[in-house]
């Protein structure tokens, strides 16, 4: 009877590791996006890509990496909580003092130029989160403060094979009422 109570426990816990959970269940939703964005700390001199090979999404070709997300609804329905997992994705690093400007097309300039060479480049681990996904579209129901971040680290590698750490993280609180930016920071860090 034991041996049959012990089958029966591991098959249990064999049925629930296997199963993955729902894609929408009410209450949490998951999924995937493709993330392509970049940071600049002026401070630290550094300007990070994430998602995408730069040279390659500025030649219009290339793919972007993806991230796991996940959204949890509040009770209210009004307030959301979403976190990204840990994801691996490219990232490089620059000197922010490269690009004459830090709009999309003035990175892409600098980088397909030649001006902007990466001084690191690889993998990082990538997490995201937001205490209000659906802040934007609800700002009449209500009165919020979203707040939201990225962090990310690992190490990355220099054109000559050395190793270094890099990490990096931003937080943004944002007023919906007033639409507008109460805080943004961003801080970037490559450690040889």
């Known amino acids: 009877m034991k041996h049959l109570a012990l089958v029966l426990l591991v098959a249990l816990f064999s049925s629930v590791a296997t199963a993955g959970p729902p894609e929408y269940s009410g209450v949490v939703s998951r999924g995937t996006t493709p993330i392509a964005s970049y940071f600049v700390d002026e401070d630290a001199g ?14 219009g070709s290339g793919d972007l990496d993806f991230i796991a997300w996940q959204d949890m609804s509040m009770p209210s329905g009004l307030r959301w909580a979403t976190i ?13 003092s ?13 980088v397909l130029s030649g001006v902007a060479l990466p001084l690191a480049t690889g993998e990082v681990n990538y997490r995201m989160q937001d205490n209000d996904f659906a802040g934007g579209d609800n700002c009449e129901s209500k009165e919020n403060f979203n707040s939201a971040g990225h962090s990310f680290a690992g190490p990355l590698y220099s054109p000559y094979g050395r190793k270094m750490q890099f990490s990096g993280r931003d937080r943004l609180v944002w007023d919906c009422d007033n639409y ?6 961003v801080k ?5």
């Open 46 to 59: 550094l300007l990070a890509t994430l998602g995408v090979d730069p040279v390659e999404f500025c030649s």
């Open 84 to 96: 990204g997992k840990g994801n691996n994705v490219r990232a490089s690093v620059y000197k922010s």
């Open 98 to 110: 490269d690009f004459a400007g830090f709009t999309v097309p003035e990175i892409c300039e600098a």
């Open 180 to 185: 507008r930016v109460v805080h943004y920071d």
């Open 188 to 192: 970037l860090s490559l450690v040889r």
